[in-house]
């Protein structure tokens, strides 16, 4: 938010100075807690040790305890007791009928009202209706989006009007490095399916 917020600031041509009081939220040991922890919120848990963040995490099957070992992770196996911990809740999961709406009312009541939520997965897996009345009434601090319900929203949707949300157009593999490693793993599960060998990335494996 600080970071949006600090480039309008920046930018603006009503600026004469730069407030010294302008605090932001630190990251550095805050406690992430990550809802989903396959290979990619595996990787968020790695690049969070960098800031010697506390990690929890929640999902379906626990990791093995060198895994966990590995980047200092802690298994919440009820999701809320991971929400009501948490400085910031990255949501990584897939969407499935499981999923749909898993971060409603109830459970964004439980978050600290300090607390920020990042959603990278899909638009869905959050009520956006909850979500706006969080925001308006400050039961959490925060939230940023990757990812929405619809894509883009409609332009008179409230979140889009909200100065404590980020928004971003679904970008978190827009990169041409990203898109090219994925063509490229997918080029090569085409070819492995036409040569009737076994599929290296197989979404649903037998």
């Excluded at 949006?4 to 600026?15: F, R, Y």
């Excluded at 919120?41 to 506390?54: E, L, N, P």
């Excluded at 966990?68 to 929400?83: F, I, N, T």
């Amino acid at each position: 938010m600080y970071l949006h917020a600090g480039c309008q600031i920046a930018l603006s041509p009503d600026t004469k100075h730069f407030a010294v009081d302008w605090l932001g939220v630190e990251v550095t040991r805050a406690t992430l807690g990550i809802i989903g922890m396959g290979s990619i919120g595996y990787k968020v848990a790695q690049r969070a040790t960098a800031f010697h963040m506390r990690i929890l995490y929640h999902n379906r099957n626990r990791r093995r305890r060198e895994e966990e070992e590995a980047v200092g992770a802690h298994y919440c196996a009820k999701m809320e007791d991971l929400l009501r911990q948490s400085d910031f809740v990255m949501l990584v999961v897939n969407l499935t009928p499981e999923t749909h709406k898993l971060i409603g009312k109830k459970e964004l009541g439980l978050m600290k009202p300090t607390a920020t939520l990042i959603n990278i997965s899909r638009g869905a897996v959050i009520d956006q209706d909850a979500l706006v009345e969080a925001l308006q009434n400050k039961v959490i601090r925060a939230a940023a989006l990757d990812v929405t319900y619809p894509e883009p929203l409609p332009r008179d949707h409230p979140l889009l009007n909200l100065s404590n949300v980020i928004i971003t157009p679904h970008i978190g593999t827009a990169t041409v490095q990203a898109i090219c490693m994925m063509a490229e793993e997918a080029i090569t599960n085409m070819l492995a399916v036409l040569n009737h060998q076994p599929i290296p990335s197989e979404v649903f494996p037998k």
